[in-house]
Protein backbone atom coordinates (compact mmCIF):
# COMPACT_ATOMS: atom_id res chain seq x y z
CA UNK A 1 0.00 0.00 0.00
CA UNK A 2 2.39 2.56 0.81
CA UNK A 3 6.33 2.60 -0.74
CA UNK A 4 9.22 4.39 0.37
CA UNK A 5 11.89 4.80 -2.27
CA UNK A 6 15.66 6.22 -1.09
CA UNK A 7 18.03 7.91 -3.26
CA UNK A 8 21.24 10.04 -3.25
CA UNK A 9 23.88 7.20 -1.50
CA UNK A 10 27.24 7.03 -2.49
CA UNK A 11 31.00 6.93 -2.24
CA UNK A 12 32.44 10.41 -0.76
CA UNK A 13 35.62 11.31 0.93
CA UNK A 14 35.99 12.39 4.59
CA UNK A 15 35.11 15.98 5.12
CA UNK A 16 32.55 15.61 1.90
CA UNK A 17 28.90 16.18 1.49
CA UNK A 18 25.82 13.63 0.29
CA UNK A 19 22.02 14.19 0.46
CA UNK A 20 19.83 11.26 0.83
CA UNK A 21 15.86 11.72 -0.85
CA UNK A 22 13.07 9.30 0.64
CA UNK A 23 9.98 9.77 -1.69
CA UNK A 24 6.53 7.92 -0.26
CA UNK A 25 4.11 6.67 -2.43
CA UNK A 26 0.88 4.66 -2.50
CA UNK A 27 -2.93 5.26 -0.80
CA UNK A 28 -1.63 7.88 1.78
CA UNK A 29 -3.49 10.03 3.35
CA UNK A 30 -1.03 11.31 5.97
CA UNK A 31 2.24 10.98 7.40
CA UNK A 32 3.25 12.40 10.67
CA UNK A 33 7.10 11.14 11.71
CA UNK A 34 9.60 10.95 8.86
CA UNK A 35 12.91 10.11 9.90
CA UNK A 36 16.23 8.23 8.63
CA UNK A 37 18.51 5.85 10.42
CA UNK A 38 21.30 3.68 9.77
CA UNK A 39 23.20 0.56 10.27
CA UNK A 40 27.01 -0.18 10.01
CA UNK A 41 28.49 -3.74 9.88
CA UNK A 42 27.85 -5.91 12.95
CA UNK A 43 26.26 -2.73 14.68
CA UNK A 44 22.00 -2.59 15.48
CA UNK A 45 19.93 0.12 13.68
CA UNK A 46 20.17 3.49 15.15
CA UNK A 47 18.34 7.09 14.94
CA UNK A 48 19.77 9.61 12.85
CA UNK A 49 17.44 12.37 12.46
CA UNK A 50 13.29 12.58 12.86
CA UNK A 51 10.89 15.36 11.75
CA UNK A 52 7.19 15.96 12.48
CA UNK A 53 4.84 17.33 10.27
CA UNK A 54 5.14 20.02 11.58
CA UNK A 55 8.89 20.49 11.30
CA UNK A 56 10.10 19.52 14.46
CA UNK A 57 13.26 17.77 14.17
CA UNK A 58 15.56 15.74 16.92
CA UNK A 59 19.28 14.60 15.96
CA UNK A 60 21.45 11.88 17.17
CA UNK A 61 24.12 13.52 18.97
CA UNK A 62 26.43 12.33 16.89
CA UNK A 63 25.41 14.13 13.50
CA UNK A 64 24.23 16.99 15.45
CA UNK A 65 25.70 20.39 13.86
CA UNK A 66 26.81 18.23 10.48
CA UNK A 67 22.78 16.53 9.13
CA UNK A 68 20.03 18.35 8.59
CA UNK A 69 16.91 16.69 8.16
CA UNK A 70 14.09 18.90 6.27
CA UNK A 71 10.49 17.37 4.14
CA UNK A 72 8.29 18.73 1.97
CA UNK A 73 4.82 17.54 2.69
CA UNK A 74 3.39 18.35 -0.88
CA UNK A 75 5.60 15.65 -2.42
CA UNK A 76 5.65 13.15 0.63
CA UNK A 77 9.37 13.89 0.56
CA UNK A 78 11.97 13.70 3.18
CA UNK A 79 15.55 14.23 3.01
CA UNK A 80 18.68 14.50 5.18
CA UNK A 81 21.77 17.09 4.07
CA UNK A 82 24.99 15.08 5.20
CA UNK A 83 27.90 17.81 5.71
CA UNK A 84 31.43 16.79 6.92
CA UNK A 85 31.19 13.03 6.91
CA UNK A 86 33.30 10.92 8.90
CA UNK A 87 34.31 7.29 8.12
CA UNK A 88 32.21 5.82 11.08
CA UNK A 89 29.08 7.47 9.00
CA UNK A 90 29.42 4.64 7.03
CA UNK A 91 26.41 2.41 6.90
CA UNK A 92 23.32 1.87 5.28
CA UNK A 93 20.95 4.45 5.62
CA UNK A 94 17.27 4.11 6.37
CA UNK A 95 14.32 5.81 5.79
CA UNK A 96 11.17 5.56 8.10
CA UNK A 97 7.65 7.49 7.73
CA UNK A 98 4.34 6.57 9.75
CA UNK A 99 1.83 6.98 7.20
CA UNK A 100 -1.71 7.05 7.69
CA UNK A 101 -3.64 4.84 5.49
CA UNK A 102 -7.52 5.43 5.39
CA UNK A 103 -10.21 2.56 6.03
CA UNK A 104 -13.04 1.76 6.05
CA UNK A 105 -13.40 2.89 9.61
CA UNK A 106 -11.31 5.67 9.55
CA UNK A 107 -7.06 6.29 9.38
CA UNK A 108 -4.64 3.84 10.28
CA UNK A 109 -1.03 4.46 11.10
CA UNK A 110 1.85 2.27 10.86
CA UNK A 111 5.68 2.56 10.23
CA UNK A 112 7.03 1.72 6.45
CA UNK A 113 10.50 1.50 5.68
CA UNK A 114 13.14 2.07 2.73
CA UNK A 115 14.75 -0.43 1.43
CA UNK A 116 18.23 1.22 2.18
CA UNK A 117 20.74 2.98 0.55
CA UNK A 118 24.61 2.63 1.37
CA UNK A 119 26.73 5.27 2.52
CA UNK A 120 30.43 5.07 2.34
CA UNK A 121 33.04 7.75 4.03
CA UNK A 122 37.01 7.07 2.98
CA UNK A 123 39.46 8.50 4.92
Known amino acids: QVQLVESGGGLVQAGGSLRLSCAASGRIFSIRTMGWYRQAPGKQRELVAV???????NYADSVKGRFTISRDNAKNTVYVQMNSLKPVDTAVYYCNANVGVAGNYGVYYDDYWGQGTQVTVSS
Open 51 to 57: ITSGGST
